[in-house]
């Protein structure tokens, strides 16, 4: 099967996609192509899985921890008061995690709702120059944190 996550992590390995914040223990750290919340990003398991439960006890905790780590990266970063996770595979049936900034800044309506409900037709398209130094600020916050698959690789 070939969704879009797996073109997204061949691209990623041939160099090819500009969303790429970071290779990862278990996959790729990638920016959202819509930033409905600024700082929204996605981990993509290298290689592709089905889903979490698809995966070996160790392969498994590896990618949590990639994901809490990003997380981590993440709220460093953007200062966020919180942030969320999603592993829902329902419109790709490829296992990536939803990692999510939410501020304090989020209107009322929308702060303690699910990100799907915030407007996606009116969220910011990933721009790679304009996004260039958020994403060397998180690759910098995930090299200090130990978890890029290759620590030399911090540009």
Same mark, same amino acid.
């Given at each position: ?16 996609? @500009? ?8 996959? *790729? ?16 398991? +290298? ?9 070996? /006890?160790?392969?498994?905790?590896? $990618? ?7 997380? +981590? ?5 953007? &200062?966020a008061v919180r942030i969320n996770y999603e592993i829902?595979?329902?419109?790709? /049936? ?6 999510? /900034? ?11 709702? @699910?990100? *799907? $409900?915030?407007? *996606?037709?009116?969220? &910011?398209? $990933?721009?790679?120059?304009? +996004? &260039? ?16 698959? +290759? ?5």
């Open positions: 099967m070939s969704t879009e996550i797996h073109r997204r992590v061949e691209a990623a390995r041939r160099g090819e996609n @500009p969303t790429v914040v970071a290779r990862v223990r278990s996959g *790729w750290v990638v920016m959202g192509d819509r930033q409905v919340l600024e700082g929204y990003c996605l981990l993509l398991p +290298d290689p592709v899985a089905p889903c979490l439960n698809s995966l070996g /006890p160790e392969d498994r905790a590896v $990618f949590l921890a990639d994901m809490a780590a990003v997380g +981590d990266a993440i709220k460093t970063v953007t &200062r829902l595979g329902n419109l790709e /049936p490829a296992l990536h995690a939803h990692v999510i /900034p939410r501020y304090a800044s989020e209107s009322a309506a929308l702060r303690t709702r @699910p990100i *799907w $409900f915030h407007d *996606w037709e009116a969220a &910011r398209e $990933f721009e790679p120059r304009r +996004d &260039r130094a958020y994403m060397d600020l998180l690759r910098a916050e995930l090299a200090r944190l130990g978890r890029l698959a +290759d620590p030399a690789a911090t540009s």
